[in-house]
């Protein structure tokens, strides 16, 4: 066996009791100490090469040598959301979100909590960033990252917090940037192939939704929580608050301040002769669906992909919104009303759209 070498703090003056049984081993930091219960000597791994996080780790094993029994990684981020909204520090939809996250973790590293290294981390945040686990393919921001790395992180320590553990995996983690891309919107449709998807369109819960994407760049979450009172067929507007809680279900607008947007011409039409609302009713789209559990009240993802491969058109859900904001622009409605509609600033349009307003022949009067 190899002899365990006592370190001490370079800086300060003199030996560092902390330190003392701490000893590298390859690449990984290693503790060899005596418990009080005289057990006699036990070795044990850090499981880190970060001497500051060893350290740590090998105060945590000296104050609790014996940990309490950990359940499943489902189980036990299932406690630790149920308490995180008995504490409100998660919405309900926070915490659906935060589960399918967590489950994505675990089905990649394929390891219990207890098992997690930092390098099982590193691996999940690089396929992230690359775009392992997105459908399309479609790389991962560092925004994303950021928050994924946030919210397991928290869940670990959850876990050393119920004495579960002893080091969160994910301390130190140098969070990788992908390369800079350029933030225009390309993934829109023109006028006259929302005119195809609305005429081949049977569902009146589907028009809808095509319409107030389409037609008046309304988000997913705007478009399901919706309430006939949004909106003025009299003075064609369409109001959406900063927020509102409609029979248990809470929306909150994503720029957090209501908005006007005009009710374009076929939406208005569609309103006052094919989808006319009840007196009685909350919800524009399936009133009768009540989920307050759920990350959505009802999705309509599905029949919406359906819809668009029978119409041999590919979008996605958010590209109706860019395709409204694209197609406003290029009829020369100002940048400044567009995103007063979209709820954004007007630089944040400006960075992603201004690209698609170049027409031919701009500089014909300037270089003749």
Known sequence: MKKYKKLVQNAGTGRNDTAEGIALRGKTYWLRWTPESGQGQRSVSLKTRDYAEA???????RENPTLAGIGAWDYEVK???????????????????TLDLLKMFFSFVGKDPNE???KDAEQFFDAVLSGYFHRQGKKGTDSTVKTYNARISSF??????????????LNGIVLKKPKKESLSRTDWKTTKEIKILLSKCKRK?????????FTAGMRKAEIINAAPSWFDLETHSIHIPSEQELDGHKFQAKSKRSRDIPLSPPFHRFLTKSFKFKREQVFCLHDEIRNPEGRYRWDFRRPYDEHLKFCNIKLNVHGMRHSFATNCLRADVSMAKVANWLGDRVRTVENHYSHLLHRKGELSSVFK
Request: aromatic residues 10%; hydrophobic residues 50%.
């Open 79 to 97: 406690l630790w959301l149920a308490e995180a909204i008995d504490l409100e520090t998660h919405t309900k939809a926070t915490a659906i979100s």
């Open 156 to 169: 670990f320590n959850f876990l050393i917090k119920k004495k579960k553990l002893r080091a969160n995996p």
């Open 116 to 118: 997690v290294e930092k």
């Open 55 to 61: 350290l740590q780790t090998a105060t945590r094993y």
């Open 205 to 213: 819960d589907i028009k809808f939704v095509l319409l107030a994407g």
